[in-house]
């Protein structure tokens, strides 16, 4: 099969097609026939040599999401069977042309979505709903403020938040990506190049603060969210992009009561992700086919194309997901 590989650590141009041979499923897993792929910033600092795979992942082929048509199961499969459309959350391996996933990392193709469409769901909704409504178990009336409004991650957050009755405020880069991020439900977003988030959300919520927030950031964000927090806030942390060594005011924690925590999904095992998969199609399958929530697509690549994809991630001038297509 043809298949993108890192070929070394470095810039987008270390990606390179060739020829790998086609994976086996083993007992619990399918073979997906892959027609689309998401690109995530995670693989990006995969591509740089930060971010290792678990020991247990495709080594050198990246991706952590695809859509397609399963073409053999493994013997003690129950749900699926050869010619089932899907989308699935993969350890890795995503950018090739073949791709193994557990059973239950496997989620049905949601009525009307295009493989494009399907394919770039599963990394940013698990991700959400593992962090914002198990770890941070925000509630229908809470209030959430997502920092990168306008990633696939930020896209996803305000899009199934707002449908689940929660008020949405987010931060992001530009004017454009703030107007866009209100379009698809943010009920305030706040351009941080121009604007300090904590004021803005202090005079916002009359003082009384937000009761969750998803930071992908960290760094000098760290104590502004930690004075945005109402009492009983929750923080969740899902990267550092600037910087994971910080100072905090832990009299703050403690008079707030709030709580800190964070996760990374991608070395979780297959009975988490399983669980997490049964969740989002009870509650966020229906509102996908009830379109409520949509999938924000941003620009789709050719498969070979995936160091310029690689690029425009790295740019971000993108809004919602960057694609990879498989002829
Ligand atoms: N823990 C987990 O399990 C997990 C899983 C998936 C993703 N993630 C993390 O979630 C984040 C979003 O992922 P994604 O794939 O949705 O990414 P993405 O679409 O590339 O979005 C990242 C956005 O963050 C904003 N940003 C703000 N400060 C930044 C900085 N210092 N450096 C780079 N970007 C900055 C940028 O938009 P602006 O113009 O607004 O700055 C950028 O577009 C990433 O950090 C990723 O590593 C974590």
Request: net charge negative; charged share 20%.
């Amino acid at each position: 099969m043809k298949a993108i590989v890192i070929t070394e650590a470095g810039k987008p141009e270390v990606l390179q097609m060739t020829e790998r041979p086609k994976p086996h499923p083993s007992a619990n897993e399918v073979l997906i026939k892959v027609e689309a792929a998401g690109v995530n910033r995670p693989d990006v600092a995969q591509r740089k040599g930060v971010y290792p795979p678990p020991a247990d992942a495709p080594q050198d082929i990246p991706g952590l999401e695809v859509a397609g048509i399963i073409e053999l199961v493994g013997d003690s499969v129950t749900r699926w069977k050869a010619g089932d459309q899907v989308c699935a959350l993969v350890k890795g391996g995503g950018y090739a042309e073949y791709c193994t996933a557990p059973e239950g990392s496997c989620l049905p193709l949601p009525a009307s979505l295009s493989f494009v469409e399907a394919a770039s769901l599963p990394e940013t909704f698990f991700t959400v709903w593992s962090n914002v409504f198990d770890r941070a178990n925000l509630q229908p009336g809470e209030s959430l403020l997502v920092h990168g409004g306008s990633s696939g991650i930020g896209v996803a957050a305000i899009q199934i938040a707002t449908a689940l009755g929660s008020k949405v405020y987010v931060t992001a880069g530009s004017d454009d990506k703030c107007k866009f991020c209100e379009q698809l439900g943010a009920s305030k977003a706040i351009n941080y190049k121009t604007q300090n988030f904590a004021a803005v959300l202090k005079d916002l919520t009359s003082g009384m603060g937000v009761d969750v927030i998803l930071d992908m950031i960290g760094g000098d964000y760290t104590s502004d969210n930690l004075n945005t927090l109402a009492l009983e806030g929750r923080l969740v942390l899902i990267n550092t992009m600037k910087g994971k060594d910080v100072q905090i005011d832990l009299g703050l924690v403690m008079a707030k009561r709030l709580n800190i925590t964070g996760s990374m999904l991608r070395a979780r095992d297959v009975g988490f992700k399983s669980a997490i998969a049964s969740s989002l199609e009870n509650n966020v399958w229906p509102l996908l086919e009830q379109g409520k929530v949509k999938p924000v697509i941003y620009k789709v690549f050719p498969v070979q194309q995936a160091a310029q994809a690689h690029e425009l991630m790295e740019s971000s001038e993108h809004i919602g997901k960057v694609m990879l297509s498989f002829d």
